[in-house]
């Protein structure tokens, strides 16, 4: 129904009616009206954070671990720039967000007024789209417009700047099925004929690969359920990216591992011998490929994905199919069914063979240590004392990272939050915060290492205030590990400025903001210490002290092929040639 | 070909698949862009060629359609097949823009550009300049006693060709509009 409003309350109003429950944001001068309708209202949840790039994080995980939109709410000038770096992690990783901005009036827009920035013109890279709103007229049908392009498509964060006049003034407000259809439309529908040529393809292979993705998570909890089921009845091995940890069970006896830079052996070598590889809801991101001119060499590729840009982007392929993941698996199915079923046995039987010797390398191992805790021991333990719980995992950027993408099993989509595209030092922490206020009953932790946590630790505030029981587990080496790996490889062990001085005691910390610390450096203790973290009814910083030269393997050096893995330390030096060093 | 008999590179919907997709060879292409007129959509557009690192030869935009707020960019752009396939794309995902037309390869198309020569000359260079007008059907839009002012319309090739002649014949100035462009037929 049609009715005039002051445009804050209009911005409120159609958060009501897109059914937002959780606003992420920080006031300032230029969203003071919204604020004001914010506080004369109780359906929407409004969480104060204690940075804007803390709002951004913590509404990437919200969406993440629920797939539905995140909102942001900040001020002009400072809030919107800070905003900046979780929404190109937001675009990198296509995550939908609707973030709102305050701005100037407009007429002074242009005039270097008081926190003015070009907030338009700064995030025009970094989201999908953005509006500047300068009549309060067309606010309502902007928003709802922000709300259709951020979740239709490929994922990703919009913004809405609005000045502090706009916000005064009154207008009409359209709800969201009066604004008329929007001309943005992306295609679902893979073409048919192509499919079938898959399905062709899938029916003659010998060394088939699924390859998967964030795509898969991204089009919902039925493409992961339509994916399980091709996988069960075809019988081919998948791995997945980074992002796509989840979409298929870590339990399930097909899953090879995830794959890249710090991937399985099995699941990479999979993908350099394959024949038909099947690419669906991923990117050929440059963690996965290695060198270009030697990625997986002998396969046919299909490639499915909502984006046609990301088609023949990196890697040329020869099936592609521009469509969402979910309806694509479902024609996929509905046409290998209608066919009879048909697999290459004999073919697979052999190259389940070849994968099950690749297993036996046991790539994950390490050398266990009675004195000091192995960050990957730290996770084995986390692994095994939390899998039966309701769990979700978030995480920081680095060693870490790739540690808890090794050693924890995802059994669902939607329970992995990471910063994958972008590498967001100090993601993980503010993403705990959203991903608990989603799931308040649920066990929430975030795998980080001292170096990213302190980039945000400013949230420690949000946590107490709205009692969120996030667990903080620190693996803490006193080193920028990643950084300090490469230097090790790359520039002669000369680590510089890799290391953490100066460190807070992390449990005087947690104290000092009213939460609760744990300190644990000895593997005997380790057990009992994280049984304590977990039966906490609170927020937790568990700084856990591990052994601070460890490396992460498998590793890809940057500049080689999948085929040129290190496995462990014996083998590091002289690794990167010239070409791989300019490389990140 | 390979084991499985499926011939590499085959999709067959785009007339991408007619050339070589690994073509090391720079092409040049221009692209009819419809998109909302509204307020930094050129912005968006300019901005994905300079943060992907691809070239801009000629731009032109202006509204062509009033009642439904349509402007249209034509852009002339160099690149191999893969990366102008990948320009393509990726002004296509732009929300704003309504259909990307690669005139190059649709079929044929005619172009045109808009020049301004300023000549300053006196006695047969002055003669010569304003003979030579004449054979490019050239109009003078303004003259002094020491100069011209011509308008061209032409091909960029023509354009430039009309340049090459002016210069020793006492160019002084150049304005050109960038290339607009129409698929021939309907």
Same mark, same amino acid.
């Given at each position: 129904m049609t009715q005039a409003m002051t445009g804050a309350k209009m911005v409120v109003q159609a958060l009501k009616d897109q059914g937002v429950e959780v606003v992420f944001g920080y006031p300032g001068g230029a969203v003071l009206p919204i604020y004001d309708e914010i506080f004369q209202q109780n359906d929407i949840r409004h969480i104060l954070v204690r940075h804007e790039q803390g709002a951004v994080h913590a509404a990437e995980g919200y969406a993440r671990s629920t797939g539905k939109p995140g909102v942001v709410l900040v001020t002009s000038g400072p809030g919107a720039t800070n905003a900046v770096t979780g929404i190109t992690d937001a675009l /990198?990783?296509?995550?939908?967000?609707?973030?709102?901005?305050?701005?100037?009036?407009?007429? !002074?827009?242009?005039?270097?007024?008081?926190? +003015?920035?070009?907030?338009?013109? @700064?995030?025009?890279?970094?989201?999908?789209?953005? $509006?500047?709103?300068k009549e309060t007229d067309k606010l309502a049908a902007t928003l709802h417009e922000a709300f259709h392009v951020a979740t239709s498509g490929r994922p990703g964060p919009v913004l809405i700047d609005i000045p502090k006049d706009v916000q005064f003034a009154s207008g009409t407000y359209t709800p969201p099925n009066g604004a008329g259809r929007s001309h943005y439309q992306p295609k679902v529908k893979g073409d048919i004929d192509t499919i079938t040529q898959l399905v062709e393809a899938m029916e003659k292979a010998e060394r088939p690969v699924f390859y998967t993705g964030g795509g898969v998570i991204n089009s919902g909890p039925a493409a992961s359920q339509l994916l399980r089921e091709l996988v069960e009845a075809t019988g081919f091995p998948i791995t997945s990216t980074l992002m796509g940890l989840g979409a298929y069970p870590a339990s399930g006896d097909k899953w090879l591992g995830m794959l890249g830079m710090h991937g399985l052996y099995e699941a990479n070598l999979a993908m350099h011998g394959c024949d038909l590889m099947i690419n669906i809801g991923a990117r050929f991101d440059d963690r996965i490929t290695g060198r270009i001119a030697d990625f997986s060499p002998n396969? @046919?590729?299909?490639?499915?994905?909502?984006?046609?840009?990301?088609i023949n982007k990196v890697i040329h392929v020869?099936?592609? @199919? &521009?469509?969402?993941?979910?309806?694509?698996? +479902?024609?996929?199915?509905? &046409? #290998?069914?209608?066919?009879?079923? %048909?697999?290459?046995?004999?073919? /697979?039987? %052999? #190259? $389940?063979?070849q994968i099950d010797a690749w297993r036996q390398v046991d790539c994950l191992s390490f050398d266990p240590s009675p004195k000091t805790i192995k960050p990957q021991h730290a996770l084995q333990r986390l692994e095994a004392l939390t899998k039966d719980h309701d769990r979700y995992i978030t995480t920081e950027v680095g060693q870490h990272q790739m540690w808890a993408a090794q050693f924890l099993g995802f059994e669902d989509p939607n329970r992995w939050m990471t910063s994958g595209g972008l590498g967001t030092m100090g993601y993980g922490f503010p993403a705990s915060i959203g991903v608990q206020l989603a799931h308040p009953e649920s066990l929430v932790i975030n795998v980080a290492g001292e170096a990213s946590w302190l980039?945000? !630790?400013?949230? !420690?505030?949000?946590?107490?205030?709205?009692?969120?029981?996030? %667990?903080?587990?620190?693996?803490?080496?006193?080193?920028?590990? !990643?950084?300090?790996? $490469?230097? +090790?490889?790359?520039?002669?062990?000369?680590?510089?400025?890799? $290391?953490?001085?100066?460190?807070?005691?992390?449990?005087?910390?947690? +104290?000092?903001?009213g939460a609760k610390g744990i300190y644990c450096d000895n593997p005997d203790d380790l057990d009992d210490a994280i049984l304590e973290m977990i039966n906490h009814d609170g927020p937790v910083i568990f700084d856990c002290l591990v052994e601070k030269h460890e490396n992460c393997f498998p590793m890809i050096p940057s500049g080689e092929p999948h085929n040129k893995m290190l496995l462990g330390d014996a083998s590091t030096s002289d690794v990167i040639g010239s070409s791989g060093a300019v490389l990140v | 070909m390979s084991p499985l008999q499926i011939q590499k590179g085959t999709s067959r919907h785009s007339a991408y698949d007619l050339r070589d997709p690994h073509s090391d060879v720079e092409e040049v292409h221009t692209l009819a862009v419809l998109v909302d007129n509204e307020a930094g959509v050129l912005a968006r557009v300019i901005g994905l060629f300079s943060g992907r690192g691809y070239n801009i030869e000629s731009l032109t935009v202006a509204e062509v359609d009033h009642e439904g707020h349509l402007s249209r960019i034509t852009i002339v752009?160099?690149?191999?097949? =893969?990366?102008?396939?990948?320009?393509? =794309?990726?002004?296509?995902?732009?929300?704003?823009?309504?259909?990307?037309?690669?005139l190059t390869v649709e079929g044929p198309a005619v172009e045109r550009e808009l020049a301004l020569f300023?000549?300053?000359?006196?006695?047969?260079?002055?003669?010569?300049?304003?003979?030579?007008?004449?054979?490019?059907? =050239?109009?003078?839009?303004? *003259?002094?006693?020491?100069?011209?002012?011509?308008?061209?319309?032409?091909? *960029?090739?023509?354009?430039?060709?009309? =340049?090459?002649?002016?210069?020793?014949l006492g160019l002084i100035e150049m304005a050109r509009t960038g290339v607009a462009a129409l698929s021939r037929g309907v």
């Open positions: /990198l990783d296509s995550i939908p967000l609707v973030v709102l901005t305050g701005q100037v009036p407009t007429f !002074m827009i242009g005039t270097d007024g008081f926190q +003015e920035a070009d907030t338009v013109g @700064i995030t025009r890279p970094c989201t999908k789209h953005n $509006w500047l709103v396969s @046919i590729k299909a490639h499915i994905d909502i984006d046609p840009s990301s020869d099936m592609p @199919i &521009i469509g969402d993941v979910g309806h694509v698996l +479902e024609d996929m199915l509905r &046409i #290998w069914k209608s066919r009879g079923r %048909k697999t290459n046995k004999p073919g /697979l039987k %052999k #190259w $389940w063979g980039m945000n !630790m400013q949230e !420690m505030g949000t946590t107490v205030q709205y009692r969120l029981p996030v %667990k903080q587990f620190i693996l803490n080496n006193e080193r920028l590990g !990643m950084v300090r790996q $490469w230097q +090790e490889l790359l520039h002669g062990e000369r680590y510089s400025h890799s $290391w953490s001085e100066a460190l807070p005691d992390f449990v005087k910390l947690a +104290e000092a903001f | 752009t160099t690149g191999t097949p =893969a990366v102008i396939e990948q320009i393509k =794309a990726q002004l296509g995902r732009i929300v704003p823009v309504h259909d990307v037309h690669d300023k000549v300053k000359g006196s006695g047969d260079k002055r003669v010569e300049a304003l003979r030579l007008a004449d054979i490019f059907r =050239a109009n003078a839009v303004d *003259s002094t006693l020491e100069s011209f002012v011509f308008e061209l319309t032409g091909t *960029s090739a023509k354009i430039d060709a009309f =340049a090459e002649l002016m210069r020793p």
